[in-house]
């Protein structure tokens, strides 16, 4: 059996968003693997540390290091300074994450969250698509 979904999220501002109870608030009660897509080229999602919040600035400002705005080199900045680097920062995180359901409840571990990653400063709302495959 298969079930999917498409939700809109958001907007957020930049940064990384704990978004695990939006995607809950949506699963079946069924059993078997979740998969959830964002339908962008610049923001990402991934599974991490829910608890603290320092986390999350922490992989911001990382990831602002690593992947700087002021990089004079970028051809691709049509839409501002944080167009390709918003795409560069998606291609690192990917466009999709995986995890286990039982009965509609995730089998993630006590310290894991979903993170919608926002890396455009002034972004729209969001498009996932979550699909879950069991039974």
């Known amino acids: 059996m ?7 999220i958001g907007p957020f501002e930049r940064g990384f968003h704990i978004i695990s109870n939006q995607i809950i ?7 078997g693997i979740v998969n959830v897509f964002i339908k962008h080229t610049s923001a990402s999602l991934t599974i991490n540390e829910n608890a603290d919040p320092s986390v999350r600035e922490d992989f911001e400002n990382h990831f602002n290091l690593m992947v700087s705005e002021d990089g004079n080199y ?8 944080d167009d390709m680097t918003s795409h560069i920062k998606s291609s690192l995180l990917g466009s999709s994450i995986n ?11 006590t310290w894991q969250g979903i993170y919608l990653c926002e890396h455009r400063n002034n972004a729209l709302k969001r498009r996932l698509i979550i699909t879950v495959t069991g039974d």
């Open 74 to 81: 970028f051809k691709h900045t049509l839409e501002g300074p």
């Open 25 to 31: 608030n949506e699963l079946p009660i069924m059993s």
């Open 99 to 109: 995890f286990p359901v039982k009965n509609g409840i995730p089998q993630l571990g």
């Open 2 to 8: 298969t079930f999917q979904k498409e939700i809109i």
